[in-house]
């Protein structure tokens, strides 16, 4: 990707966040604990419960329905995005193109079509475009990455996602329920256990006959990553006893030892020349949104890229979307064929004369989103 505007280290970072709702209490509550930023504008379009998501939490801020005229009152430097999923392109647009730089809760739009609209938007704007893909700040699966590096080449990953929750509403009815709404954690923290992406994905879907979701629970989802690596997933959402925790439990097997771990407590390693003992260093983070939000304020500080970067953050997407596309077709699918197919339908879609020029001037997706390209096109 190319630079993106660095804000001055003046004093805490002054915020906009979009959306009161539970979520939103979420990130006010965690806001109101790190120094390094202050909260000067809410946005919802409901405004009584913006009004009351204030008041529950003493915030003395610029309340409104309009993100720009909330931010250009406030004095905001950057925006938090937590409106729901259908909301997220649209808002991160209209933030971008005021220079504000974003940071968004996972998806950061629901299609990787939209999502490579936002890659264009954040180029056109010279603004950061992040996202919080929070299940990336555990200590423990930091942990867990160091322990696959000390491993040599990895042959294969597995995580096992066993849990059976009743959610009602949405969830149960969706088509893929959990691949859509749940897998892409997974997916996202292979790829960052591995600093590598996917190239082929072969997925099944099924629901079994006592499951209580309309569309299929379960899955088995074998993706084949640059360099050879296998990653297995298996998971459903409709298996009651010996639960596993929402994070899965995971095994990384490579050619001097084996790392596991069960998603809740501490990763263990045993190599294959020693007796299981480590001693590698591990950086300190923050847990969940706090984590993405720390790395969020850094690269704003610094201009270093995050790892949220939507440039990198579309292959999470993409893995997704191709895992369903091959349990709907039955077949093998290459994930930089569906990047192109959704480049093509970004270009078709996009609106702005601006971005959809910026879109053009790609040629391809794979000249905005693979890594070489990132590599490339990072600042010194």
Request: glycine residues 8%; charged residues 20%; negative net charge.
């Amino acid at each position: 990707m190319g630079s993106f505007a660095v804000v001055p280290d003046d004093g805490p970072l002054r915020l906009v966040l979009v959306g009161a709702g539970n979520m939103g209490r979420a990130w006010l509550r965690m806001i109101a604990g790190t120094p390094a930023v202050r909260l000067v504008g809410l946005v919802d379009l409901d405004l009584d419960l913006a009004h009351r998501a204030a008041a529950e939490h003493g915030l003395d801020v610029v309340i409104g329905s309009s993100l720009t005229a909330v931010a250009a009152e406030s004095g905001a430097q950057a925006v938090i995005d937590v409106t729901v999923p259908p909301a997220h392109h649209a808002v991160n647009t209209e933030a971008l193109l005021a220079g504000l730089p974003v940071l968004c809760e996972k998806p950061i739009a629901p299609t990787v079509a939209e999502t490579l609209s936002l890659i264009a938007t954040e180029e056109v704007s010279g603004q950061l475009l992040m996202t919080s893909q929070s299940r990336r700040y555990y200590p423990a699966l930091a942990k867990l990455k160091s322990m696959t590096a000390t491993l040599g080449d990895v042959g294969i990953v597995t995580t096992e996602f066993f849990k059976a929750p009743h959610f009602g509403g949405f969830r149960e009815e969706m088509e893929h329920p959990l691949l859509v709404d749940m897998a892409i954690h997974a997916f996202d923290a292979v790829r960052y256990l591995l600093d590598a992406d996917p190239v082929t994905v072969d997925c099944r879907t099924f629901n079994p006959a006592w499951s209580w979701y309309r569309g299929d629970a379960a899955a088995n989802a074998l993706f084949t990553f640059d360099g050879g690596t296998r990653y297995a997933y298996t998971g459903s959402w409709c298996s009651p006893g010996l639960e596993t925790s929402w994070n899965g439990r995971w095994r990384v097997s490579g050619a001097r030892g084996t790392a596991v771990w069960d998603g809740d407590g501490e990763p263990a390693v045993v190599q294959a020349e020693d007796d299981g003992a480590w001693a590698g260093e591990v950086p300190e983070v923050r847990s969940e949104i706090a984590g993405a939000l720390d790395e969020f304020v850094s690269a704003l500080r610094t201009g270093e890229t995050p790892s949220g970067d939507v440039h990198s953050n579309v292959h999470s997407l993409a893995m997704v979307e191709a895992a369903v596309l091959s349990a709907a077709t039955g077949r093998t699918v290459e994930l930089a064929v569906v990047l192109e197919d959704a480049y093509r339908t970004a270009l078709e879609n996009e609106r702005r004369d601006d971005v959809r020029e910026a879109l053009r001037s790609w040629g391809s997706a794979s000249a905005r989103t693979g890594r070489a390209a990132l590599t490339a096109q990072r600042p010194a």
